[in-house]
């Protein structure tokens, strides 16, 4: 039995010499992903000096997961009570020592519990090109996690918690012991809220949380807008996720990918978060050919207005560097053919698609 480092799947032989699969928690030593990833820290008088050093040593045992510096996962760390506290910025450390050591020098305040302050920081300091995020067209994921034993005041989280979402900003929560408001971090937290809230009990539960943490938040897609050209790389065989919620002006949806350098696969879900070549071909699209351009469609359940996109992209080559589009399908066929007579005016009529248009009971544009 082997372990096809990549994805949650073990392949097995059995007694008929079929092919099968189990699924598996395969979690590497180290998460070699590129990604932009903040702390946000409880500081509140609810939490114990001894309960805030806890949150700290799982900052540091989450960091030490992954491979730090300017071209792999950058980490900030910052803290809120009655006010934010900043700590670290995503371009202050690249090596993981000095981070570490950083991290560990953070001290508690023990105030109140100002979380929509603290949203609003990481989206308009924290997770800018200013203060050393990475530009959101480069496909790298911004991951924000924050960690709180109880419920917010100071103000309504409810608009900072959507302008953080709908800034590319992929939000985990993290409620410890019986006090927090769940609807709270529910709203906080990005969709679906079953892979972004995570409730524990106490402060001692944090510790045996962070392999998980580590885990999903290095499998975490970049936000991509439908429309924009992303340009990024992969490594051979490593993959790299994106998702991107598309208005459903049409019944399908069209990714396309142009190799710059290198080969790569693309493979496309509304179901799976991190669709791989192991996925059944019913939830997952995929297009693995040699063509430098390669497109795959999927087409939305009937009756989706606004639809969470996944694309996964696995390298084929030692380099492969790419650009990803996605965007709505709005007609019949890709092409159509029109006769246009020479030095026409501007403004003349060429062809008629309208009544080639995808019709339904969608919101037109």
Known sequence: MAASFGFDWIYYPNDNDAAGYIHASVIPEICQAAIDLAFILDGSGSVSRTDFRKEIDFVKNVTTFFNVGANATRIAVFQYSDKVYPAIGLDDYFTKPSLLFAVDSVQYTGKSTRTATALDYARTVIFTT?????????????????????????????????????????????????????????????????????????????????????????????????GDNTTTEVGEDDFK??????????????????????????????????????????????????????TVTIRLPSGSVTKLIYVSVQGQNETNRFVLNIWDTLFNHSNYDASVVENSRPGTFVYDISADYRS??????
């Open 130 to 226: 200013a203060e050393g995020a990475r530009d959101s067209k480069l496909g790298v994921p911004k991951v924000a996690v924050l960690l709180t034993d109880g419920k917010s005041n100071g103000g309504s989280i409810t608009n900072p918690a959507r302008l953080i979402k709908e800034s590319g900003i992929n939000v985990f929560s993290i409620g410890v012991t019986g006090n927090v408001n769940v609807n709270e971090l529910n709203e906080i937290a990005s969709d679906p809220d079953d892979d972004h809230v995570f409730l524990l009990n106490s402060f001692d539960d944090v510790a045996g949380f962070v392999d998980q943490m580590s885990a999903i938040s290095c499998d975490e897609p970049a936000v991509v807008e439908p």
């Open 241 to 294: 996720y994106f998702k991107t919620e598309c208005e459903a002006f049409g019944d399908e949806i069209t990714i396309e990918e142009r190799d710059i350098t290198g080969r790569v696969h693309v493979y496309a879900s509304v179901e799976a978060k991190n669709p791989s070549p192991l996925d059944h071909p019913a939830v997952v699209s995929r297009n693995e050919s040699s063509s430098p351009i390669k």
């Open 360 to 365: 339904g009971d969608r919101k037109s544009g």
